[in-house]
């Protein structure tokens, strides 16, 4: 009787065992499974992310191929079609007329410090008189405005405000001359006359206000009638400022100060004269050539301006003498 029972308990232990055998197994093939689904999940996870950063460089290398091909062709003016690239990648282009129109601003959304923004006021081919209203003045607008803070930009970029020089050439007579003004936005800085600025209602400089303290979008933005999108993609700025001049205005070259980040700069026609007035309108100067290209679900856009006769930047800073340079 007892070995009976012995060989019962046995049995038993036996099949307690072989439960427990299978419960492992069967733990060890849940952890097995649980780790090929996150090994294929992240696999999967880095074949997208690496098909969407190839689609987006080719969607850029796109956009500047059309770029180029826009370059290429200064008299093309409408909407092109590129898509021989020899993968899945086009792109479309369009091609600006000579910019601006009567009676429009000009804009341009990247000037740093290291760099000069260049406005025409005479005609760029011959020098002739174009931009002339009476009595000699235009609109400066300079500094991100608050509509910046889409695109990840502090107004006023890396300083929210900025101050800049105005490098005005004109003509007087015969002879051609150049005057520097400079604007600043903060109304705090410690700026004294003999660093170019003046402060507000100096009563040695009566009529002069050298610096903006209107900071509204309002004051601010560049008329509707003045905007032309493809050259300003935002109207508003963070200051405004009106230039005065005496003579025949030949060109305005411009340059950020105290900040670091890009800036935008523009200038719109006075508001003294009539809107149909040529007087009143800036010469055609610049043209812009706008790429999108396209590979995928990736899509990526560039813009460039080109300006017509384009200084150099050292230009300003070059010294010019009719005799010999002795050092």
């Not at 600025?197 to 400089?205: A, N, Q």
């Not at 200051?239 to 100060?257: E, N, Q, S, W």
């Not at 990736?298 to 340079?325: H, M, W």
């Amino acid at each position: 009787m007892i070995e009976k029972f012995s060989t019962i308990r046995m049995m038993r232990n036996l099949k307690n065992q072989s439960g427990q055998s299978a419960l492992i197994l069967v733990m060890i093939m849940l952890v097995a499974l649980a780790v090929g689904l996150a090994v294929t999940q992240r696999s999967i996870n880095d074949v997208s992310i690496s098909t969407k950063t190839e689609q987006a460089s080719r969607a850029f290398s796109a956009a500047e191929a059309g770029i180029e091909r826009a370059l290429g062709e200064p008299t093309t003016v409408g909407t092109i079609t590129l898509n021989n690239f020899g993968n899945d990648a086009t792109a479309q282009v369009y091609f600006s007329p000579e910019l601006p129109e009567k009676n429009q601003a000009i804009g341009l959304p990247h000037t740093n410090r290291s760099d000069f923004a260049q406005f025409w006021l005479a005609n760029p081919n011959d020098l002739s008189t174009y931009y002339n209203p009476n009595p000699g003045e235009f609109y400066l607008y300079f500094g991100n405005g608050e509509k910046a803070k889409e695109r990840n930009l502090t107004p006023g970029a890396e300083d929210p405000q900025p101050a800049i020089e105005v490098n005005l050439i004109y003509k007087e007579g015969t002879e051609y001359k150049s005057k520097r003004t400079f604007y600043d936005s903060r109304s705090s800085r410690d700026n004294t006359q003999t660093e170019g600025f003046i402060y507000p209602d100096d009563p040695r400089y009566p009529g002069l206000d050298f610096k903006c303290f209107s900071y509204t979008s309002t004051n601010n933005t560049i008329p509707n009638d003045q905007v032309n999108k493809v050259l300003i993609d935002d109207p508003e700025f963070y200051c405004k400022v009106k230039v005065t001049y005496t003579g025949i205005p030949i060109m305005a070259r411009v340059r950020i100060l105290y900040s670091n980040g890009d800036q935008a700069v523009a200038i719109a026609p006075a508001t003294t004269c009539a809107a149909d007035s040529l007087a009143c309108s800036f010469p055609p100067q610049l043209r812009v050539y706008t790429s999108t290209g396209v590979s995928g679900e990736s899509q990526r856009t560039l813009k460039v301006y080109e300006t017509k006769k384009a200084l150099p930047s050292f230009l300003d800073f070059v010294l010019l003498s009719a005799g010999e340079i002795i050092k």
